[in-house]
């Protein structure tokens, strides 16, 4: 199954989206980023993508914060 991952990076003091090494946005909020990012991600795993949205950590790590077909959507809150 093909793969879409949408990470959630910082830049400066606004967020973008990562997808496959272009950035999108900026968003004011990392929250406004991340709706954005799960909106997307729900329409590629609905067209056949294993889709995951990360979140970059201020250590630089990344950690999965919604991923198709195992966390609700729309997300609560």
Same mark, same amino acid.
């Given at each position: 199954?093909?793969? $879409?991952? @949408? $990470?959630?990076?910082p830049h400066g003091n606004q967020w973008m989206?990562?997808?496959?090494?272009?950035? @999108?946005g900026? @968003?004011?909020?990392?929250s406004a980023a991340l709706r954005d990012a799960v909106d997307t991600a729900q329409k590629a795993g609905? #067209? !056949?993508?294993?889709a995951q949205v990360l979140v970059q950590e #201020?250590? !630089?790590r990344f950690r999965t914060q919604w991923? @198709? #077909?195992t966390d609700p959507y729309p997300? $609560?809150?």
């Open positions: 199954m093909p793969q $879409a991952r @949408y $990470a959630i990076i989206i990562n997808i496959d090494g272009k950035n @999108y900026p @968003y004011s909020t990392q609905v #067209g !056949g993508f294993e #201020g250590d !630089g991923t @198709y #077909g997300p $609560a809150g």
